[in-house]
């Protein structure tokens, strides 16, 4: 009898401590999910500024030093197969490019959950661990390449003029300098 006794409270335990890991574990993926998820966007923007980079270092090799002004121009020229593929959520409409040429920029999504905050904030809080600034002030109303002025830096998040940080910005841009 007291070995069924003994028996039914180590079952009655092992469950309980099957139910506090489950509980801890859960409670971490949901953290840590946003948090991955947040890393493989800054790391897919990252890859297609590198990849656009590269493309007009070819273009402006062919080309005596001068830089592709569209995504057109590099796609129809054969230095792009196709304009990079998007991270789903994390941006609002498409890269673009200034007209000389000299930077791409993206707008990021600044539309806020509960739980994780915006992509815009998830994405921009990553960029310095891959070597970007953040909180890039924009110097008008739309990323210029003045903005990469930070020696060694070729790409980070600009936010809009009246803003200090990405929590309290209207507008944030992933931008890099081609």
């Known amino acids: ?35 991955s998820a947040a890393r493989a966007q800054a790391v ?9 980079a590269g493309a007009q270092r070819a273009y402006s090799a062919r080309n005596s030093g001068n830089l592709a002004n569209s995504y057109a121009v590099l796609t129809e020229s054969g230095f792009l197969r196709a304009v990079p593929q998007l991270p789903v959520d994390a941006v609002i409409g498409g890269w673009t490019m200034s007209t000389d040429g000299m930077i791409s920029k993206i707008p990021l999504n600044l539309d806020r959950t509960e739980q994780t905050g915006s992509a815009a904030e998830r994405i921009c ?16 109303p739309v990323p210029s390449v003045s903005d990469l002025v ?10 809009d003029t009246a803003a200090t940080s990405v929590e309290d910005a209207t507008q944030v841009w992933f931008v890099h300098r081609n």
Do not use: R
């Open 1 to 35: 009898m007291f070995n069924l006794i003994i028996t039914m409270m180590s079952i009655v335990l092992m469950g309980m401590m099957s139910m506090v890991a489950l509980s801890y574990a859960g409670m971490i993926f949901s953290k840590k999910g946003s948090q």
């Open 44 to 52: 897919a923007l990252l890859t297609n500024a590198q990849q656009v």
């Open 125 to 140: 809080e990553l960029v310095p661990d891959f070597g970007g600034q953040t909180n890039i002030p924009a110097s008008g």
């Open 150 to 159: 930070v020696d060694g830096v070729w790409f980070g998040c600009v936010v």
